[in-house]
């Protein structure tokens, strides 16, 4: 079985500063790693995504992630806040392969809040 | 642009009558999904079709059906509301099981059950 644990419901930053949200997950296969971001009363929009290959994957809108197996982790970051970053964000976790069937298992979201 | 669109973006039904979400997609994908997600949760995955092929998760109530009758359009259909049904019902797609897995989300209808 698989499943994700992000650290943290709730991260509160100041405009400019570093954004770091938490994200581990457990697979007993290669994980495919996803990020989500969803602003209020509209679906999710992905982020970035890990599949395969470079650890250190770029998304939309100035963020980042990397995968480290060893620490099982895929922590979602942005070197600095903008107003508009303000919204939930899902850390979302699927098989490479196997019986899921491109089933994706949500963490439990963590609200960003971006202070002036 | 290639989207998912949902319809209606707020629903507001009664204890007990049944109720129909829709679902539309321009991107020809293979999969589409319904989810679940109620405040401050995580969204949970009901079911989805593989092309025509349905699959229903082991923990969705009976009281939750859906149709696909063509590749663009699904429904998702409750056939007794409770007030427990009152959530975000968001519909997802993506290309094919095993190729990507990204899903594409469409912006979600909120129901609201009385």
């Known amino acids: 079985a698989q499943s994700v644990t992000q650290l943290g419901s709730h991260v509160s930053v100041s405009e400019g500063a570093l954004v770091l949200l938490r994200c581990n997950y457990s697979?007993?296969?290669?994980?495919?790693l996803f990020w989500y971001v969803q602003y209020p009363n509209q679906g999710l929009q992905l982020l970035l995504k890990?599949?395969?290959?470079?650890?250190l994957v770029k998304g939309i809108n100035g963020f980042e992630a990397e995968f480290k197996k060893s620490e099982t982790s895929f922590h979602l970051t942005k070197p600095s806040a903008h107003m508009s970053d303000a919204a939930e964000y899902f850390c979302a976790v699927t098989r490479a392969g196997g019986t899921s069937y491109g089933k994706l298992t949500f963490g439990q979201g963590t609200i960003l809040t971006v202070h002036p | 642009d290639a989207m998912v669109i949902q319809n209606p973006r707020y629903q507001v039904t009664q204890f007990g009558k049944p109720v129909t979400l829709s679902c539309s997609q321009t991107l020809n994908h293979n999969v589409m999904y319904w989810y679940q997600q109620k405040s401050s949760q995580a969204p949970k995955l009901l079911f989805h079709y593989y092309d025509k092929d349905f699959n229903n998760e082991a923990d969705t109530p009976d009281n939750f059906q859906s149709r696909r009758p063509n590749t663009s359009f699904c429904f998702l259909d409750i056939r007794s509301p409770g007030l427990g049904d009152a959530a975000m019902y968001l519909c997802?797609?993506?290309?094919?099981?095993?190729?990507?897995?990204?899903?594409?989300f469409g912006p979600g209808t909120r129901l609201t059950v009385t």
């Open positions: 697979s007993s296969v290669p994980p495919y």
């Open positions: 997802a797609t993506s290309i094919d099981r095993v190729i990507s897995y990204e899903q594409y």
């Open positions: 890990y599949t395969t290959g470079a650890t």
